[in-house]
């Protein structure tokens, strides 16, 4: 079994910021992607940012140069640093794992229960 527990959200005024923080325990050999999704109210879920096991990151246009990704690899941990945070950035964050199970040596992946954003005046 896995187990992501996702914690750092809240609420924050237009211009703060929180850091989210998503740690992965059970029965996992290794990461390989580790990935921040959001879904906001009557919107599809979205990928924020990922990272590989290397420490290469993606995100998306939208919170470039706002948002920090990061890992690491030894807690099998990773981060989500969040500036200038707007409005718009309000959303459910989700943490999601493509990992390789200790148990049957497959990869598959694995989604958090989800943290709540809210950012508002």
């Known amino acids: 079994q896995v187990q992501l527990v996702e914690s750092g959200g809240g609420l924050v005024q237009p211009g703060g910021s929180l850091r989210l923080s998503c740690a992965a325990s059970?029965?996992?050999?290794?990461?390989?992607?580790m990935g921040w999704y959001r879904q906001a109210p009557g919107k599809e879920r979205e990928l924020v940012a990922a990272?590989?096991?290397?420490?290469?990151?993606t995100y998306a246009d939208s919170v470039k140069g706002r948002f920090t990704i990061s890992r690491d690899n030894a807690k099998n941990t990773g981060y989500l640093q969040m500036n200038s945070l707007e409005p718009e950035d309000t959303a459910v964050y989700y943490c999601?794992?493509?990992?390789?199970?200790?148990?049957?040596?497959?990869?598959?992946?694995?989604w958090g229960q989800g943290t709540q954003v809210t950012v508002s005046s």
């Open positions: 999601n794992i493509g990992f390789r199970a200790m148990s049957t040596g497959r990869w598959t992946d694995y």
């Open positions: 059970g029965s996992i050999f290794s990461i390989s992607v």
């Open positions: 990272i590989t096991s290397a420490g290469t990151p």
